[in-house]
């Protein structure tokens, strides 16, 4: 079964900066991170859970909302089997508990199901 657990999440001024990280676990000996897309979720107080942005296990293409384009950015490590978000220019409308997930060899619907999340960690851009 494999595991994902997030750290990195924090408190930060608008239009400041974090940098969340995803590391994979699991205790099949076959499990192989780089098969799996990864993807990155967040839910605000009162709302519904919404994608954010997700690598592809193939080619690191990456795919994301337009609400955070050109601030955030994911890329994967494969040999470390984590996953990174670097969040810049934050604002507070990006205050929510981010979460990780996996998804094996997901090649489409980048918002829609995933097979295994993180426990959350969370992120809130105050003054």
């Known amino acids: 079964q494999v595991q994902l657990v997030e750290s990195g999440g924090g408190q930060v001024q608008p239009g400041g900066s974090l940098r969340l990280s995803c590391t994979a676990s699991?205790?099949?000996?076959?499990?192989?991170?780089?098969?799996?897309?990864m993807g990155w979720f967040r839910q605000a107080p009162g709302k519904e859970r919404e994608f954010v942005i997700a690598i592809s296990w193939s080619d690191g293409s990456t795919y994301y909302v337009d609400s955070v384009k050109g601030r955030f950015t994911i890329s994967r490590d494969n040999a470390k089997s984590t996953v990174y978000l670097q969040m810049n220019s934050l604002k507070p409308e990006d205050t929510a508990v981010y979460y990780c997930?996996?998804?094996?060899?997901?090649?489409?619907?980048?918002?829609?199901?995933?097979?295994?999340w993180g426990q959350g960690t969370q992120v809130t851009v105050s003054a």
């Open positions: 699991a205790s099949a000996r076959t499990f192989t991170f780089s098969n799996y897309a």
């Open positions: 997930a996996a998804a094996f060899q997901k090649s489409n619907n980048w918002a829609g199901k995933y097979d295994v």
